[in-house]
Nanobody, 115 residues
């Protein structure tokens, strides 16, 4: 079993920044992908960004150039630095962990961007 603990959500004004963290623990396999998805009210969950254990990254089109994903493999932790936040970034952000045995989701953290 893998457990995920998220932190770093909150309320910020448009143009501001936030940093999300997600720490994985348990039966970690060294080859894995960690990332962030988000879901706004009335919308489908969408990819924000993910990063493999070899540091290959993938971003959703709406966040390219504003968000940066990174990871610390020694700590099994993934980070999402969010800059130039917009009201449309408001959503619940979910950490995602994938390895050969399956996928695990975090509990979600609210990010609210006021205009």
């Amino acid at each position: 079993q893998v457990q995920l603990v998220e932190s770093g959500g909150g309320l910020v004004q448009a143009g501001g920044s936030l940093r999300l963290s997600c720490a994985a623990s348990g039966s970690i396999f060294k080859i894995n992908t960690m990332g962030w998805y988000r879901q706004a009210p009335g919308k489908q969950r969408e990819l924000v960004a993910d990063i493999t254990s070899r540091n290959s990254t993938n971003y959703g089109d709406s966040v390219k150039g504003r968000f940066t994903i990174s990871r610390d493999n020694a700590k099994n932790t993934v980070y999402l630095q969010m800059n130039s936040l917009k009201p449309e970034d408001t959503a619940v952000y979910y950490c995602n962990y994938r390895q050969w045995s399956g996928t695990v989701w975090g509990q979600g953290t609210q990010v609210t961007v006021s205009s």
